[in-house]
């Protein structure tokens, strides 16, 4: 059996895809996985200047609808459902907050500055009629590269599924989906960094026809007297949240997995743990005092 590996780049981070196949048809495989990846991206990425969500920041006040057609009209709907599930905390207008702050965590503008700023955060703002979506308010911002990743992922997953794949891991960043288990039979297997003391370790999961999502990085953090706090920000006040600092989730596709894990991390650290566990999926996540709970922790 052939494997065909491919690793380039999208949505700005490093992607691979690696296919097992008993056909000759791989490379043609890959090539229509980054072809359709190209164009989510053209589409979705809040990086480029044409796509919906750029559009849309580009005419925030203006009274102005950029149309939706019925794929970014489900994108949407189920950011809304996100938004909702988390009690307003998950909100792709906090973008603009990030400005306020710098890579340490500390805050650069005046709490005068950052009041004038939150006047600008609030997905309520963001209108959906028939004619297209428009954001109230002049200067606002979304940013939807989090969720488009995982609806990318489930997307070439279901292509390659199409054409009868057995075999295939797809990647983008801390976001995978898989296709059965390796061309040899082995699992596929998703690294990990834990703490370990002072340090890190690596562990490894297994991720057999699954999605897998990880949200926060324990390592990239804030300290606000002396305790530790993700990069993750309010809605509300535009401070730090005294949340789980990593959340990881495999579920039966990859942007369940992203919707948990997202959730999760927004919660306070109690009520994540106590969220995770009703879901009843596989999950992981690294508190602020650098405890591994679920799960996941205990097979690590």
């Known amino acids: 059996m052939n494997k065909n590996e491919i690793r380039f780049r999208s949505f700005g981070k490093a992607c ?3 296919i097992g196949d008993s056909t000759d048809g791989g490379a043609n495989l890959l090539a229509l996985c980054q072809d359709e990846l190209t164009r989510l991206e053209e589409k979705f990425s809040t990086h480029l200047p044409d796509s919906i969500p750029s559009q849309i920041n580009q005419s925030s006040g203006t009274g102005f609808y950029i149309p939706l057609d019925a794929e970014a009209r489900s994108l949407f ?17 906090t973008r603009i907050i990030r400005d306020c702050y710098d890579s340490s965590g500390k805050l650069l503008a005046s709490q005068d500055q950052l009041g004038k700023i939150l006047k600008l955060v609030g997905w309520r703002n963001l209108e959906i009629t028939s004619k297209g979506a428009h954001l109230a308010n002049a200067g606002m911002l979304i940013d ?18 199409k054409h009868d794949v057995k075999n295939a891991l797809i990647e983008i960043d801390q976001d995978v989906v898989t296709i059965g288990k390796q061309p040899d039979g082995a699992n596929w297997l998703v690294g990990v960094r834990v703490p370990q003391g002072s340090s890190a370790a690596i562990v490894r999961l297994k991720l057999n026809h699954k999605g897998f999502a990880l949200r926060g990085d324990f390592e990239q953090i804030t300290l606000h007297n002396g305790e530790r706090f993700g990069c993750a920000l309010s809605p509300m006040d535009g401070q730090a949240i005294p949340g789980l600092l990593s959340v990881i989730v495999i579920a039966e596709n990859c942007l369940t997995a992203c919707s948990a894990a997202s959730i999760a991390r927004l919660k306070t650290e109690a009520t994540g743990i106590k969220w995770l566990e009703a879901l009843g999926l596989p999950w992981m996540a690294i508190d602020r005092q650098l405890e591994c709970h679920g799960p996941l922790a205990r097979k690590s």
């Open 16 to 18: 691979r895809i690696a």
């Open 77 to 93: 709907h189920y950011v809304d459902a996100l938004w909702g599930e988390s009690k307003h905390i998950f909100d792709p207008t």
């Open 144 to 161: 939807l590269n989090s969720c488009v990743q995982p609806y990318a992922l489930d997307s070439l997953r279901k292509i390659l599924l």
